[in-house]
């Protein structure tokens, strides 16, 4: 990354970084690990993204859709499963579905956790233009990602 970076490729654009190891998710947005290689690897990506034109995002993926896209299987050779035999890998990770979109549960589980007594709103991609600036507590999601807003 930092060799496309320095070549000008990253400019303008949003990056997206899929991993399984969920403590390098976390570390990437916490900005800190007691890895010592770890936190400099955040660092190092933290200073690309705040010296040019990009977005990095870090997603973490479960083990269970890394064995089904093929990718847990990279390392030891297995170069015959998932995106390895063709499969497109937006198959594997459904980032233009919305938050209801993937789960039945999601909305209703936010909404019990929220206070009967104020209203909570919930709005699609659709909304968020148009209702952006108006008063009250939303939930949604934004620009085919999925995301909770309030």
């Known amino acids: 990354m930092e060799k496309l970076y320095e070549e000008g490729l990253l400019k303008d654009c949003g990056l997206f970084s899929f991993t399984g190891n969920f403590v390098a998710d976390c570390a990437y947005y916490k900005d800190s690990?007691?890895?010592i290689a770890l936190f400099f690897t955040c660092l190092r990506l933290?200073?690309?993204q705040m010296a040019g034109d990009i977005i990095?995002?870090?997603i973490h993926i479960s083990g269970k859709r890394m064995i089904t896209s093929g990718i847990?299987?990279?390392p030891r050779g297995v170069c015959n499963e998932g995106v390895m035999r063709g499969v497109p890998m937006l198959n594997f990770l459904p980032l233009h579905l919305s938050v209801d979109e993937r789960s039945l549960e999601v909305i209703p589980w936010i909404r019990s956790l929220w206070d009967s007594d104020v209203n909570l709103d919930h709005h699609c991609a659709n909304d968020w233009y148009g209702k952006v600036f108006s008063?009250?507590?939303f939930v949604g999601h934004l620009h085919q990602q999925q995301g909770i807003w309030l």
Request: net charge positive; aromatic share 6%.
């Open 33 to 35: 690990s007691s890895s």
């Open 135 to 137: 008063k009250g507590n």
């Open 46 to 48: 933290r200073k690309i």
């Open 72 to 74: 847990d299987g990279l």
């Open 56 to 58: 990095i995002h870090f």
